[in-house]
């Protein structure tokens, strides 16, 4: 792939992002406005943003790349079964590792109808919806583009590098925080390529990616320093040690979080070197 074809396709990447979130928006305000509950509205919306995106991608690999899909580690949408298992076990273990530090459990006095729209949330908009939406553009297309200019190495490092930058922009972080973001940002985005590297499927690092959001940040229990109101109950952590709750992000930049970030991309590896060698 030549150098501007490249740039032009990192370029790319992002503004479909940025169109597939705003499309998605759009759907949700005409359900809004046509008086459809919140929690069907998150449920479509999810669903919405994903396939927007997926359409975005293939339109652009087939009509401007003159490629199909699977050139950029999008196949059919089939997940493996190791990596549906890794999916539950990693954001489960992080969490089971805070739920043994002192804290105390704060349930918030939701009705049932928030409690609902909350969890399809989680559910929905942060997992299937992003977790399959920046998989197919930064795992699928920028990944792969930078791949195919640069190799392995920089196709891993460059979006992952990418994706925790747009973590930061926009947030009124301290210095310390911004470098947490950066280093676990960084090392997430690598274990999401390592995994569709491995499996040449980004619908293997969707379901990772997507499960992650919907047990950490989805809604149902929040770990973390004070209560989160837009999670049905909260754990609040007594420790204030930087380095265990992520500071001003949270525990998905914390040490315990990064470690596991590293332990998956390992495993991936691992199997890559199995294959290879087989």
Not at 12 to 33: D, G, K, P
Not at 128 to 154: D, P, Q, S, Y
Not at 168 to 194: D, E, K, P, R
Request: some cysteine.
């Amino acid at each position: 792939m030549k150098t501007g074809k490249m740039v032009l396709t990192i370029v790319v990447s992002v503004v479909f992002l940025l169109l597939a979130s705003v499309a998605q928006e759009l759907v949700m305000s005409l359900l809004t406005a046509a008086g459809i509950p919140v929690w069907l509205n998150h449920i479509v919306g999810g669903f919405s943003y994903a396939v927007f995106a997926y359409f975005l991608v293939r339109l652009y690999c087939t009509k401007f790349l003159k490629e199909e899909p699977v050139a950029f580690c999008i196949p059919k949408c089939r997940i493996q079964i190791k990596w549906a298992v890794a999916a539950v076990l990693l954001p489960v273990l992080v969490s089971a590792f805070y739920l043994f530090l002192p804290g105390s459990y704060e349930s918030n006095p939701l009705d049932t109808r928030v409690r609902l729209a909350l969890v399809t949330r989680g559910i929905f908009l942060a997992g299937v919806g992003a977790g399959a939406a920046e998989e197919l553009l930064f795992r699928g297309l920028l990944m792969n583009a930078v791949i195919k200019k640069w190799g392995r190495a920089a196709g891993i490092l460059a979006p992952s590098v990418l994706f925790a930058s747009l973590h930061i922009i926009g947030m009124n972080f301290s210095l310390a925080s911004c470098i947490q973001v950066m280093v676990a940002g960084t090392m997430v985005g690598v274990m999401f390529s390592l995994i569709a590297l491995e499996g040449c499927s980004v619908w293997n690092s969707a379901i990772v990616h997507g499960v992650w959001n919907m047990i950490i940040i989805g809604g149902g229990l929040s770990i973390g320093t004070e209560i989160n109101e837009y999670s049905v109950s909260s754990y609040v952590l007594e420790t204030r040690a930087f380095w265990l709750t992520g500071g001003e992000f949270g525990i998905e930049s914390s040490v315990v979080a990064i470690i596991g970030y590293i332990l998956v991309s390992l495993a991936a590896v691992w199997m890559m070197k199995r294959k290879q060698s087989r």
